[in-house]
């Protein structure tokens, strides 16, 4: 806990604290902020931010996990793909515990299926190499951070020839989800903190929508409790003013134009697709499939056992309203009893940064104000 007393006894989170305070006096009202990454969720709760904050402005924890988003119908496939005979599926660690409708990744494994945790596709790439004999499949997620290395992967496998590398892609773009949660009205939400690691690479225009058409505001956060205090006070002093604009408080990596170069990489190897988000359904455009040029690397396209079919989430599971922010993670009736970590029936529980993963490690100690 000493990286906690640490924080709550600095003069500047306190300065911080205080700022924030006044400014939220000034609006007098309910002031509710999603953030909108998975890694500012977990330092939210690891570092106990929203207790700094008055109790009129509270933060609500959007889809920002990957794993946690990704939809129970394409982890089926996944695992169906695992099965195949002469396939070595690969794939992050987290994203091999999420549960499908028979199980998860690891669960296949060890029915049998050649399964393999990695760190990175050109670890895949690196095994489609070592195994010229087998077909190497990498589950691929995320969001616009981990977009570039994948098309890396891609990108040097075709100039290596190498005809044994396949991507079942699930890697989707953010600016669709905040849309979709804008536009239901299940929420009302007064600003976002932007993902700070996603902007570095699409950079924040892809946002400006936000502030134009909806008149909210967006800043952009580094991952350190100072970082998101910060934004906090970014963000209310922009609702007092009466302004909607696209901010950057993480301006140590985040540029407007992102990375023009990680960018040009992403656009030659993938185009948008509309794909199934767990949670929010279908979004229009908001995932990236690999272009024709490159669908000899396609699963989708190369396997049929690849078809990803609609599942729904177990009924005790509320991983959906979470990710829409429509709940929060202590209002599912299994949190923290038949679903843990260690038995997640939900992919929230799964990722340390799905919001009741964050929430079961450092829960409990927020509700007894240690």
Sequence with gaps: MQYLDEFRRSDYARGLAAAIREEAQKLARPVRIMELCGGHTHSIYKYAVDTFLPENVR???????????????????AIALAHRPGVILASFGDMLRVPGDKGSLLQARARGADVRMVYSPLDALQLAR??????????????????????????????????????????VTMPPAVRAILDSEELALDAFIGPGHACAISGTIPYQFVAEEYRRPVVVSGFEPLDLLQSVLMVLR????????????????????????ARQRIDQVFEP????WRGLGMLPMSGLRLRPEYAHMDADRVFPDAVSRRLEDPKACECGSILRGAKA??????????????????????????????????????REGA
Excluded at 238 to 261: D, M, S
Excluded at 273 to 276: D, G, L, Q, R
Aim: overall charge positive.
């Design 273 to 276: 697709v509309t794909v199934e």
């Design 130 to 171: 070592q195994n010229p004999d087998r077909q190497v499949v990498f589950f691929a997620i995320g969001f616009e951070t981990t977009a570039p290395t994948h098309a890396m992967a891609v990108l040097r496998a075709q100039r290596e020839g190498i005809r044994n590398f396949f991507l079942l892609t699930n890697l």
């Design 59 to 77: 933060l609500i924890h959007g889809p920002g996990c990957p794993v946690c988003v990704t939809p129970r119908g394409r982890v089926a496939a």
């Design 238 to 261: 922009q609702l007092v003013r009466g302004e909607a604009r696209v901010e950057i408080q993480y301006k140590r990596l985040v540029r407007p134009e992102g990375n023009p170069i």
């Design 329 to 366: 993670p202590w209002e599912c009736r299994v949190f923290g009893t038949a679903c843990t970590p260690e038995n997640p029936i939900g992919a929230c529980m799964v990722s340390p940064e799905g919001a009741c993963a964050a929430y079961y490690r450092y829960g409990s100690r927020l």
